[in-house]
């Protein structure tokens, strides 16, 4: 439950439980809470809230861009459907490096990761030539090794 104070209408409660999980993953409640912290700090300039304190989200896309680059060493991926990440498992391991980078907001990085994820990172034919991570990108750079991770979708060989 959420009071709803916090929004402006006094006394009302409104259940995020259903929305603000994705099953049993708080993928959903963790985006709103890296929103209100932005708008009440950033927007409306109520709180100060330090954004190197907000969280990494993780969805499957940030986590594949994360693995393709060769930041994260392991990777987590559903026994039955071994082509979809489990990025539930990866986000704390993901969130523990961004937060190691000092003044790196996780809300910007998260963001970001998906972006590229959106515009250059697709799953079967990434467009390396023009994304903004080549150069630090082990994929990008010709690794087959970590061009192999997906995220939702199966291609090439699965993943070992
Ligand atoms: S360089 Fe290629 S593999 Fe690496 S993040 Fe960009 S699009 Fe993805």
């Known amino acids: ?53 907000t969280l990494m989200i993780v969805d499957g896309h940030v986590g594949k861009v994360f693995c393709r680059i060769g930041a994260m060493k392991e990777v987590s991926y559903e026994s039955d459907r071994p082509f979809i990440i489990l990025a539930k498992e990866m986000r704390s391991n993901i969130e523990i490096l961004v937060k190691s980078i000092p003044q790196v907001a996780p809300m910007f990085v998260d963001e970001g990761a998906f972006q590229v994820a959106m515009n250059w990172c697709f799953e079967a034919k990434p467009n390396c030539q023009e994304c903004p991570l080549q150069d630090i990108c082990l994929a990008g750079r010709g690794s087959s090794d970590h061009l192999r991770w997906s995220a939702y979708q199966k291609f090439g060989s699965v993943p070992r």
């Open 1 to 53: 439950m959420i009071c709803c104070e916090v929004l402006g209408c006094v006394d009302e409660f409104v259940s995020i439980s259903e929305g603000g999980w994705v099953g049993n993953d708080p993928k959903a409640a963790r985006m709103l809470t890296n929103w209100l912290a932005w708008m009440f700090s950033e927007v409306w300039n109520k709180v100060k809230v330090n954004l190197t304190e």
